[in-house]
């Protein structure tokens, strides 16, 4: 008897874990590969909840169970599209829903203000360099910290100043 009760579970899991999976899939056919990215802090909600979604509808009991996660990860999918859609008209819907980047280091000097602001460790300001294959800080040109939590480093001779529209500077 346990092991039938055990095999009806696991079975019930992959099965609704795969329709679950394949659902996404076909909404983000729909919607579009930027579905998923890390574009923007809304970007990145959205991926969160779809994962806490998947993981809900993967382990109903029951159709309703199932059913309202799926509605659930369709709702999430037209609140992206109508958000993305009003970004592009409106500067303040944009600025509402939009953090701007942050400019952290500059020609190889360290923006504190910025540093504590943000509340980004220094330590981990210098293990981004390090990803970043910075081996002396006056090759750094900048360092950004995106509108998703990313940290962009930019090393060389030169950087385009165009590079850095948008990004917020300390006064």
């Given at each position: 008897m ?7 579970i ?15 899939v076909?909404?983000?056919r ?10 923007t ?8 909840a ?10 109903a ?9 799926l ?7 037209l ?9 592009r008209?409106?500067?303040a819907?944009?600025?509402v829903?939009q ?11 360290i923006?504190?203000?910025?540093l ?5 460790a220094e330590s ?8 970043a ?5 006056s ?20 950087t385009?100043?165009?590079l ?8």
């Amino acid at each position: 008897m346990f092991a039938n009760d055990t095999l009806d579970i696991v079975a019930r899991g992959l099965l609704l874990a795969v329709a679950a999976l394949a659902w996404v899939v076909l909404l983000v056919r729909v919607n579009g590969l930027r579905s998923l990215s890390k574009m923007t802090s809304f970007d990145f909600v959205m991926t969160i909840a779809l994962g806490s979604l998947v993981a809900g509808a993967s382990q109903a009991d029951n159709w309703s169970g199932f059913a309202q996660p799926l509605v659930a990860m369709a709702g999430l999918f037209l609140a992206q599209w109508g958000a993305a859609r009003l970004r592009r008209i409106s500067p303040a819907i944009e600025n509402v829903i939009q953090n701007e980047p942050v400019l952290l280091m500059r020609d190889g000097e360290i923006l504190r203000d910025a540093l504590d602001r943000t509340r980004v460790a220094e330590s981990d300001l210098f293990a981004k360099l390090r990803e970043a294959n910075v081996s002396d800080l006056s090759q750094v040109r900048a360092v950004v910290l995106e509108t998703t939590g990313d940290v962009s480093v930019l090393h060389g001779e030169t950087t385009s100043e165009r590079l850095l529209e948008g990004v917020e500077r300390e006064n």
